[in-house]
């Protein structure tokens, strides 16, 4: 699969047809302490300005697996505005894979750039955000690590069947969020069912 071509795709149907009225459901337990409840309060960014990128997942609720119980939860992603992520996202599944290896390792064992993201992967409850680089063909690249809330009504099929999948991200934000599956490009809804 082309994934720039996938991913230039899915921005250029977002970019067309943006819906700033998209409405995202709150959890009963999601309350103004949780990290995540400033999403609600910078949705309208993101689906205004709101740049569209690939997002790996670490790990999300195992509900989220199956098509019952039918309620969002959170998960855990990692993700990158850089080209080079754009043109191969699998930079993106061995970094996850490598991160995920270290879940239940004693930290002293974890490499330096990774032992805080290990540190909040290991917390559910844990909304903490961390950035570092990684170097690719001679280049270094931002990754960022976040907490990202799954909407069922916004990944094909409502429940989770892949790990790669377009976001919005935006550098005044602290959260991010799943791109409506309307907007995502046929290619990325073939992987995902």
């Not at 754009?86 to 064992?109: G, H, N, R, V």
């Not at 429940?159 to 959260?175: D, G, Q, S, T």
């Amino acid at each position: 699969m082309d994934f720039k071509k996938e991913l230039m795709i899915t921005s250029l149907n977002f970019d067309s047809y943006k819906d700033i009225t998209t409405k995202l459901p709150r959890p009963k337990w999601l309350t103004a302490g949780d990290g995540l409840y400033s999403l609600y309060e910078e949705k309208d960014i993101l689906l205004k300005e709101g740049k569209v990128c690939y997002a790996y997942l670490l790990q999300a609720n195992e509900v989220l697996f199956s098509y019952f119980p039918h309620v969002n939860a959170p998960a855990a992603v990692i993700y990158s505005d850089d080209d080079i992520i754009t043109e191969e996202p699998s930079i993106l599944e061995e970094l996850a894979e490598c991160i995920m290896s270290y879940k239940d390792s004693e930290l002293f064992l974890v490499p330096p750039k990774f032992r805080e993201i290990v540190k909040t992967i290991t917390d559910e409850y844990s909304r903490k955000r961390h950035c570092f680089f990684i170097e690719h063909k001679n280049r270094k690249i931002k990754i960022y690590y976040s907490t990202v809330m799954i909407f069922r009504k916004h990944i094909p099929g409502r429940k989770i069947n892949h790990f790669l999948l377009p976001i919005l991200m935006h550098r005044a934000c602290k959260n991010v969020m799943i791109l409506p599956k309307e907007y995502w490009s046929e290619g990325l809804k073939k992987i995902w069912k």
